[in-house]
């Protein structure tokens, strides 16, 4: 590939937990690496308070300082970071020519690369309500599995109608007896079979036709009660509850890859390789089309994506295309 660009082995969209596994694995492959990040490395775990799900270790790990160690053994190992905005993702001989915002050291912002990986993963969709943001983290979370064992035997309240919903209601109903589903509809979205375990559950009281106009707390900074309204009568009321989990839905971030197939919620379409529709391009973590969105199934999905560019890169050298 010749170019006055700075060449890269792989470039990797997305510093988060399945970015940064990836830029591990690749540079201690042996692989030049390149991790752009428009934002804060550890995407969603450096919201974490306290991590404690992560295998290996054992005592929980606050999720910054968790991604400043991810980071870390990234860098140690030869990878290199670029805090800036991918804005365009062009075919250039063998491989691809990124462009970023701006300059990056006095070089142009455009870099080529045999091969990229997507994973610039997926946002939750917030309710956009007062108190929403005020509480993230005391209260207000967008994840069970994360957040719900610091709620055990608490009242917690859940928002959305989907699969997420009523899938992590009923998880959250083995915590405490207490889950009140608050939903916007007179039915659920959700698949039957998990809808009807929602509902015919004891621990779990379902509002429906209602929506949460605000999320108050107390003098202790933490999550109180939820303002409601009955969208059918108008009426308001006010429930208390200790946690509030937020489920409707997620906004994967693909602005930048119209080109890879994705299924019909715009995640990316990966086998078993992290392989995308394209050749050279492999996608990892929140970005693509799977069932289960954790840190360690994004790590997993980083590893298995460096090995597969390492393959590609070197089945393309055997080819003689470099
Ligand atoms: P969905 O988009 O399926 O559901 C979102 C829910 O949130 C809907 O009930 C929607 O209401 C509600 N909602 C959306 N916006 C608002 C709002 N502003 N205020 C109040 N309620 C709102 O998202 P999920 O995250 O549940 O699922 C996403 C995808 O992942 C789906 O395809 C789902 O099937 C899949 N999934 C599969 C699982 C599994 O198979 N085990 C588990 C989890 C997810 P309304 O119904 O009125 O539109």
Known sequence: MESKNACYDVIII???????????????????????????????????????????????????????????????????FLRTKVTGIDRAGDGYEISVEGEYAGKSGKFNTLTIIIATGAEHRKLGIPGEDEYFGRGVSYCATCDGPFFRNKKIAVIGGGDAACGEADFLSRLTDDVTVIHRKP??????????????????????????????????????????????????????????????????????????????????????????????IFAAGDIRAKPFRQIITAASDGAIAAHSAAEYISNLKADGGK
């Open 14 to 80: 997305g510093g988060g937990a399945a970015g940064m596994s990836a830029a591990q694995y690749a540079a201690r492959s042996n692989l030049k690496v390149l991790v752009i990040e428009e934002k804060t490395e550890g995407g969603q775990a450096v919201f974490i308070d306290r991590l404690e799900n992560y295998p290996g270790i054992a005592e929980p790990v606050n999720g910054f300082n968790f991604s400043l160690t991810m980071k870390k053994q990234a860098e140690d190992f030869g990878a290199e």
């Open 187 to 280: 039915h659920f979205r959700a698949q039957k079979a998990v809808a009807d375990k929602v509902l015919s559950n004891p621990k779990i009281k379902v509002i429906f036709n209602t929506v949460v106009m605000e999320i108050k707390g107390g003098g202790s900074g933490t999550v109180e009660s939820l303002v409601l309204r009955n969208i059918q009568t108008g009426e308001g009321s006010e429930i208390k509850c200790d946690a509030v989990f937020i489920f409707i839905g997620m906004t994967p971030r693909t602005e930048l890859t119209a080109t890879v197939e994705m299924d019909g919620n715009g995640y990316i379409i990966t086998d078993e390789n992290m392989a995308t529709s394209v050749p050279g």
